[in-house]
Structures are given as C-alpha cells and as structure tokens.
C-alpha cells in the first residue's frame, strides 16, 4: 500500500492536467511529491526514499520548465515525458543496485531477511516488472503523440492494463516464491 502511495503525484498530475491544464498538472504533482518527501523527512522511522526524490525532481524540473518557457504541449506528449521520467527512474534504481521496490518491501518485512538473496532477487523482478509497465506506458504515450487520430481509449486501456497487471503481479510474486521455498 505504501508502495502504492507513492505513485499519488502521478494520479494528481493527471486528474489536475485534465481539469487545469499541463502546468497545473505538473505542480500539483510537484507538490504532491514534495509532501510525500517531507513526511518521511520528518517521520521518524521513515525514509527517503529513491522513487520520491526522483519524482520530486521529475516534476519540479517539468514544472519549472513549463511556467518559464511557452510550451505547447498536448497532454499525450507531456504524459510521455512524466512517463519516461518515471521509468528512468526505476531504471536508475535497478542500475545503482537499489531495486525501488526494496525500499518500501523492508518498511513491511523483518530485518534478519533484507539481506536475503531471495528477497533481494524478488525486488528486482518486481522492480523490472514496473520498469515493463512504464515501457508499455510510454509506447502508448509515443502512439498517442504521433497517431492522435487514434482514440484516447486506446492510451488509457493500455494505462490501465499495465499498471492493474503490475500492482497484481506485485502482490502475487512474493506469495508465489515464498510458496515455492515452503
């Protein structure tokens, strides 16, 4: 669930970009971003985690680049940026050998199995399974971009399928390989 609060800048990013516009969009999830930041800042036994600081720079960045320049994006060509961001940011983890997910699985697990090699393993898989699910995300935005006569549906079933897969997925795979070595 907490793993799943962090993706809460990216949902008010799309309900305000709707609403608003691209860059009120892109502050409300800088905002939002920056709140998540500061409560694990100030919570203690709370930590900063990877994705949050990625998101905060992800959006403050967008942000700031959209309120001083006079840009023209649609919303499938500003979803594409905030979507390939947030991939490269998973990405970034896997690569610096801090699999996302790892840091929000320890908030929930007991210490004496961190450094187990099979809940480390499960981090990894589960943190490329959400690298795929922004892959497939961002070829959707890349549709959207560059055939806009095709119809909105078809981005959000795409959305929609990936990310529901990847949150199923994320909870079935550590039940499955906790089974396995049962």
Do not use: C
Request: avoid cysteine.
């Amino acid at each position: 669930m907490n793993m799943l609060l962090a993706f809460a800048p990216f949902i008010a990013f799309v309900v305000i970009e709707r609403v608003v516009g691209v860059p009120a969009g892109l502050a409300a999830g800088a905002i939002v971003a920056t709140v998540l930041l500061v409560r694990d800042l100030a919570t203690p036994g709370r930590h900063v985690k990877l994705l949050e600081v990625g998101t905060v720079l992800l959006f403050g960045a967008l942000t700031l680049y959209a309120l001083t320049n006079d840009v023209q994006w649609s919303i499938a060509a500003v979803r594409l940026r905030v979507d390939a961001g947030l991939m490269l940011i998973v990405l970034a983890s896997i690569a610096l050998r801090q699999p996302f997910t790892l840091q929000y699985a320890r908030e929930t697990v007991d210490r004496e199995h961190w450094d187990s090699p099979h809940f480390v393993h499960t981090n990894y898989v589960i943190s490329a399974a959400w690298a795929v699910a922004f892959g497939i995300l961002v070829l959707a935005d890349i549709v959207m971009v560059y055939i806009p006569s095709l119809p909105h549906s078809t981005g959000v079933i795409a959305t929609v399928a990936a990310l529901y897969a990847t949150a199923k997925f994320t909870s079935w795979y550590p039940e499955q390989q906790a089974a396995k070595r049962s």
